[in-house]
């Protein structure tokens, strides 16, 4: 049994200090919990008015569910703020070294096998072999001596158990890719008619929270708007999509995105995502244009608030073409999450995924994993990853901006090798 009372206490060493707000007009309907971690410093960017890494939230339709889910983030969170033991260069560790410069694999930019790093041991899914992943693409905020790397929270996930957080983080693999090659192509998305959908939906939790949280988005004046991404994997569906509102100088747009078995919770996922970043964009807003290289979240969140945001976004989601998709769920005929999860593995792995795993529990505070919890980090080899710093040179993994029409049957209106340059949609 989940026990957030125990977990959120500052005894646990995961959290020092909780903040809750309840739904407030003309800011979010939802209510939000902001989670200030337990992690030893104390954040600068928090005195410039930054978006804050040792800040966790989420927001919700209901109190009870937002204080959930900002516990699990807050727990893969602190799992980030990782210290790896060993450190040595990868031609000492040979070929059980992630190749992290290669292009292939494109996570990296060089210098390559000769720099001494810190590593941390993973589990390559594959094969189930032992492997070393750089620190530089697991510890976030990033430390000393990461230069090359382009750090980020992406591909992480905490669970109550080790088999819920590996799923979790092997769909937030799967959606930052869809986003960040759907974007850097500027894919043909399939529209979404959420009111026609939730007509015929079935009668079944999921698409009743979908109904809850666009009935209190419109209730404050904000317009729902969403796509879905087309993906060659069964089953899952892939949904970008938020809110449209007036701002103090132009439209607003805020967008999360969500992949998920069930196709209700694929949508209310991207909404709850979009309306946890939709308080930071008033924020943010200016009446100019962005003319600035992103190389931070808060960066990326001034473009979206900025006169230039809105119109790349609309220009990328109302280019949308229709499309039937199932209202049931789509996950596999298995029971229990452990089989769902090695059911998910093998068809991440025939779609070109080479997941190296690093297990962050042992991260955690005594009385965290006392409470059940786990935490691990999915780097994707063989996917695109999620960009923060747009200097990087490397990071574009080129055969899957190449292999989109193939892999998904769609179509795109930039080429592969000039991909979008307009940063992507994702803080």
Not at 169 to 191: K, P, S
Not at 295 to 319: N, Y
Not at 367 to 381: D, E, N, T
């Amino acid at each position: 049994m989940l026990d957030v009372v125990a977990l959120l206490d500052p005894a646990a060493g995961l959290v020092t200090s909780a903040q809750v707000v309840p739904p407030a007009a003309g800011e979010s309907p939802f209510w939000r919990y902001a989670l200030e971690l337990d992690c030893g410093h104390h954040s600068m960017t928090r005195d410039r008015g930054e978006l804050d890494p040792c800040v966790a939230g989420a927001c919700a339709s209901t109190r009870t569910r937002a204080v959930v889910r900002a516990a699990g983030e807050a727990v893969e969170r602190l799992a980030l703020h990782a210290v790896a033991d060993l450190s040595v260069t990868a031609t000492e560790l040979g070929d059980k070294a992630l190749r992290y410069w290669d292009p292939a694999v494109a996570l990296a930019d060089p210098p390559g096998p000769e720099r001494s790093l810190r590593w941390f041991t993973a589990t390559r899914l594959l094969d189930g072999s032992p492997r070393f992943v750089p620190d530089g693409l697991v510890v976030y905020p990033a430390g000393g001596g990461q230069a090359g790397f382009d750090p980020g929270p992406s591909g992480a996930a905490s669970g109550v158990g080790y088999w819920p957080a590996l799923h979790s983080a092997l769909l937030e693999t799967v959606e930052r890719d869809a986003v960040i090659v759907g974007w850097a192509r500027q894919q043909r998305l399939w529209r979404v008619d959420v009111d026609a959908e939730l007509a015929a939906a079935p009668a079944d939790p999921e698409w009743a929270e979908l109904r809850r949280s666009v009935g209190l988005v419109r209730r404050v004046g904000l317009d729902v708007l969403f796509a879905r991404i087309p993906l060659a994997l069964p089953g899952l569906t892939c949904v970008v999509g938020g809110v449209r509102g007036a701002g103090r100088f132009h439209p607003l747009i805020s967008l999360g995105a969500k992949v998920s078995w069930h196709p209700a919770a694929a949508l209310y996922g991207a909404l709850h995502e979009s309306m946890q970043l939709y308080p930071a964009l008033l924020h943010f807003e200016t009446p100019d244009d962005h003319r600035e290289v992103v190389v931070t979240e808060s960066d990326r969140m001034r473009f979206l608030a900025s006169a230039s945001g809105p119109p790349a976004l609309s220009g990328w989601l109302d280019d949308a073409v229709p499309h039937q998709v199932p209202a049931t769920p789509g996950e596999p005929e298995a029971e229990g999450i452990q089989a769902q999860t090695e059911i998910l593995v093998a068809r991440l792995l025939a779609d070109g995924l080479d997941p190296y795993l690093v297990d962050l529990s042992s991260q955690l505070p005594p009385r965290v994993r006392a409470l059940g919890w786990s935490a691990v980090k999915v780097v994707p080899v063989g996917y695109q990853p999620l960009r923060i710093d747009e200097r990087m040179t490397s990071g574009w993994h080129r055969g899957r901006l190449a292999s989109l029409e193939v892999r998904t049957g769609s179509t795109a209106r930039c080429d592969p090798q000039d991909p979008c340059p307009l940063p992507h949609p994702l803080p």
